[in-house]
């Protein structure tokens, strides 16, 4: 069981904290021994200030140590562990690395790996934060920087990737590339979109699960060659925040639990369900 949130939320400190009792509580509904990872497509604009920082925020979304620090008292509390991005695609080495040393501190034994960028693969196209072209080889060069940086500061640190939106063939040659390190291999799935597109509707969701089977296919025999879990770190039903009336339907609560038990089969260690309060496709919010 997982859940997914954008970074941008911990730009509020007290929104995943265990003070907000409401958001304690739904999480708590689900069980102990989740996974929350902090990430999406926010994670590009996130600024890290931590005690050593100059203290400007240059416009973005500023992540504190109190932010770090009330999350890990509410995975603490939920008896949860941590997927932790990092922003590579408007991001430094140095600052990711002093983010991570100071998550890996405050976290301890709840952090079960780093995450270095968001869906690289659209870096090039949608996402428009490098020049094209923007391949597998260019990205994996640029992790590893990365990684070098973080491993300087965080020794033995853990890290999943590579975050993928659609592109399976970045999957290996990432792998081939991250070598010890890595402990989680992490893909993002939507089942339809863009939102509010004509062709969206409730009745072609609810036939989606045999698109999904040739993903999980080649995620096992990826797991398998490798030796490596797979976690769906980041899905849900409509991409860019779901569609009202077919997000929110309770049809749409047994397409999840369907693509939960498809993951489930093909050996998958878990889901993350994308999250928000404003997102028509959250699974929990306070409304």
């Known amino acids: 069981t997982g859940l997914s949130y954008e970074s941008a939320v911990l730009a509020s400190p007290d929104y ?39 203290g400007s925020n240059g416009g973005g979304i500023v992540i504190t140590p109190t932010a ?21 695609a408007r991001g430094s080495p140095e600052a990711a690395a002093d983010e991570a040393a100071y998550v890996a501190r405050a976290a301890g034994r709840r952090l079960l790996a780093f995450e270095v960028g968001n869906e690289p693969d659209g870096f090039g196209s949608w996402r428009g934060v490098r020049s094209r072209p923007y391949d597998a080889d260019v990205f994996v060069a640029e992790w590893r920087k990365f990684r070098a ?17 659609n ?43 045999s698109n999904f089977e040739p993903i999980l296919v080649e995620m096992r025999a990826i797991s398998d060659r ?41 050996g998958g260690a878990g889901v993350n369900f994308h999250t928000g309060d404003t997102k028509a496709y959250t699974p929990i919010g306070l409304g």
Do not use: C, K
């Open 68 to 88: 770090i620090d009330a999350l890990v008292a509410l995975l603490d509390s939920l008896d949860w562990q941590l997927i932790y991005g990092l922003n590579l």
């Open 149 to 165: 940086a973080i491993i300087a500061r965080v020794p033995g640190a853990r890290f999943a990737g590579p975050a993928i939106a």
């Open 226 to 266: 490798y030796g490596l879990p797979f976690r769906i770190e980041e899905t849900n039903s409509i991409y860019l925040e779901g569609q009202p009336d077919v997000s929110d339907s309770f049809a749409t609560a047994l397409w999840g639990l369907e693509l939960m038990f498809q993951v489930a089969a093909a």
């Open 167 to 209: 592109q399976q063939g970045w999957i290996r040659p990432f792998i081939d590339a991250a070598g010890d390190s890595l402990t989680l291999v992490t893909r993002h799935y939507y089942a339809d979109g863009p939102a509010f597109a004509p062709h969206v509707n409730l009745a072609r969701l609810m036939i989606s699960a």
């Open 16 to 54: 995943l904290s265990p003070e907000n009792l409401s958001i304690r509580g739904l999480i708590h509904g689900l069980g102990p021994r989740g996974v929350l990872r902090l990430g999406g497509n926010s994670s590009e604009a996130t600024l890290w200030r931590g005690p050593t920082s100059d």
